[in-house]
């Protein structure tokens, strides 16, 4: 028997489609975790990122300790601060910021930093202060590598917030694990299917998403090119 | 840290079982993405399909692949690695891609007026100069793959990743600490010697222009960066 017929065995009841641990509840609480630890990650990373692209300083350490900055194991980072926390509930939140913010910073610095200088010497000549480059010319340029590293992040936050489960919380982990503790593979299964869906649709999502945040002009020399 | 040091024993055998589950998938990740670089860079028609696939493929979370496997190879460690190789590969692949098209043509067509066929080429001319590209991809396939495998610990495979599971039952810091620190450490150390590896693959690169060197590097990050999700 496949993993889908295991999935499916269990997905196709449909009483496993309703209550608290149905896959409608596991799916807002899944969303909820990715969407909080992706504005949290924003909120440091993006700033971070486009000012180190503006001023291009600093970029090689930053570089440099976002590749050592990746190998920081998610688990690890979880169960520490679950038990330095005293078993606090947003625990969770720690590991899967670390996770987001090296792709959104790296990418972010590059987006900007490689913004064409000719187009930059233009904004200048018809007077656009140093402010008005950041944010008129710079970072629409930039953003369809930004979009890049949000994306990035965003799968990889959904897929790793399974993790929570392991602190007791809920998402779509909660089947991995509790299969996992109880031998219930269907259980498993089930748990996976939903979190690859999940992966899938921000994929697809994402690509909408740069239809509407790229500029036009840029689009269409991408399509050129 | 006393603690770190009366299991000194069991910690070596920690990191070596957690090197070992990390970095053999990488290397298989090198050794199929590199024919499959060379052949989706000679037809080119052949390369959003492959990307696109392996842009899927790193999109699964590792957890979720791992209890697929549960059901083909069992609680094994093979379990653990076919993943971390998948996710190797869609980092690795499209920095070959993009390592050997950045190749200028001025220097194939030179190589080839030199009368160097085909083969001869790619192996002394194409993949030399695709080098930088290419680390930084396996640099990013690394360091991912050694900080992934201790998700494996949840399923009872997970190198130093059983200090978490183990520190998180026995409400444990140190043992958790001191596993992050070993991990960070390998990774360290796998990333300086690939840097090594590429300064002395690329001896010409020590005498270029910081201008090349910039392009070369800002080339090579972008690549790492965008790991399996693929930009051009």
Known sequence: MSFFDFAWQWLSVSGHWSGDNGVPARLIEHVEYTALAMVISVVIALPVGVLIGHTRRGGFTLVSLANIWRSLPTLGLLVLAFIESGGASWAWVIPLVALAIPPIMVTTYEGVLGVDADLKDAAIGMGMTSRQVLFKVEVPVAMPLILLGLRTAAIQVVATATIAAYISLGGFGRYIIDGLATNNYQLVAAGAACVVALALVMQFAFSGLSRVVVSAGLRKQARQS | ?232
């Open chain 2, 1 to 232: 840290m006393n603690w770190a040091f009366s299991n000194v024993s069991m910690l070596a055998h920690l990191t070596g079982q957690h090197a070992y589950l990390a970095l053999v998938p990488v290397l298989v990740g090198l050794a199929v993405s590199l024919p499959l670089g060379v052949v989706c860079v000679r037809y080119g028609w052949l390369y959003p399909p492959v990307l696109g696939l392996t842009s899927v493929l790193y999109a699964l979370p590792a957890l979720a692949l791992f209890v697929v496997l549960i059901a083909y190879t069992g609680l094994t460690d093979t379990t653990v690695m076919i993943p971390l190789g998948v996710y190797s590969l869609a980092a690795i692949f499209p920095s070959v891609v993009d390592g050997l098209r950045g190749v200028p043509a001025p220097v194939r067509q030179a190589a080839i007026a030199m009368g160097f066929g085909t083969w001869r080429r790619l192996i002394r001319v194409e993949l030399p100069i695709a080098v930088p590209v290419i680390i930084a991809g396996l640099r990013v396939a690394t360091v991912s793959s050694i900080s992934l495998v201790s998700v494996g610990a949840l399923i009872g495979t997970g190198g130093l990743g059983y200090l978490f599971t183990d520190g998180e039952q026995r409400d444990f810091s140190t043992e958790t600490i001191v596993g992050i620190v070993l991990i960070v450490v390998l990774a360290l150390v796998a990333d300086i010697v690939l840097v090594t590896a590429r300064r002395l693959l690329t001896p010409w690169q020590r005498g270029a222009t910081p201008a090349i060197r910039r392009t070369t590097s800002r080339r090579a990050a972008l690549t790492g960066q965008a790991g399996g999700a693929g930009v051009s």
